[in-house]
């Protein structure tokens, strides 16, 4: 597709597409970090090198999503997987409770999650329309005095995203792993917002956690230290040895995005990107059908159907051959799904919508 380094475009859910010119760098510091004669992965985490770059990683995170003063920033381990548990060991009081919404899979794994540490109470679950759309934040019913409100902004398997910050009440919880840094977000709507790297920030191996200092003094005595946030936050993500190598590249997508317009620029590229995708879906004459209703589309992931599912095997098929590899989607849905994060270019997606118009042209 004469992209650089033949690269191809890359629609995979996660991990995911990363900026060309970050890899270049991150491949320059490979043999001999800027003069250090030794790269990123063989240094000190405690040394001054890292920790230079660990605390430059914060501040241009800070910087870029407008993080508050009275909010830390940590990066942890274990993916968001492990904050599926880490959030309720934390926060879920003896007796107490907390709320779950759930729009698709991955609420639904933190909801089981959650369940093994105590009482939750499920305000919203997708299930009766298939996963498809977000509630509103006000027809939610939270419980009174529940210790907190846990969602999922952006589900990447259905494409359901809420769209929008909430505005509510409560202590609210929020995985952001699939679209954090895809838009402009009011941190201040959050008591904590957590995320893995690998969908839209870097490699994986590295959890981005954002959370506010009241939260860290209602965690409770006697919990091993590496699942306990007040704990980690006090040792600024040093507790063990942190993800050296995935924490810098972070930090080398934070700058990209900064240098480039930040996070409204991202924003807006995004938007462009997913309404050229939709109105490539809505304009098929139901050749191709779109998961998420049009109130919650994604911007991040696109699943949508093939009509006619037995071409579902040909359509990605063909695809991998023009160079856009991926596209398959998630085992539980079926279809196709196109994940399209902030390094995934424009062109990329001019490349599929052509290529969805010339296959039903063939097929349809
Ligand atoms: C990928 C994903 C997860 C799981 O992330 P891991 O880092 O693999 O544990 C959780 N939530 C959402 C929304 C995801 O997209």
Redesign the pocket.
Known sequence: MGQAHDRVFNFSA?PGVLPVEVLEQARDGMMNWQGAGTSVMEMSHRGKWFMGIYEEAVADLRALLGVPDGYQVLFLQG????QFTMVPMNFLSEGGSADYAVTGS?GK?ALQAAKIEGKINVVYDGKETGYDRAPSYGDLELSPGSDYFHF?L???IQGVDYLADPSLDATVVC?M??NILSRRIDVSKYALIYA?A??NCGP?GA?IVIVRDDMLERTPDGLPGMFDYRVQSESGSMLNTPPCWAIYVCGLVFKHWLRNGGIEAVERRNEEKAAKLYAAIDGSDGFYVGHAVPESRSRMNVPFKLADEDLTAEFIAEAAENGMVELKGHRSIGGARASIYNAFPMEGVEALTSFMADFRSRRG
Request: proline letters at 0%; a neutral charge; aromatic letters at 6%.
């Open positions: 996660g993916g968001a997987s492990s991955w794994k999922t952006n589900e990447t995985d792993s699939s893995g690998q969908k994986a959890t």
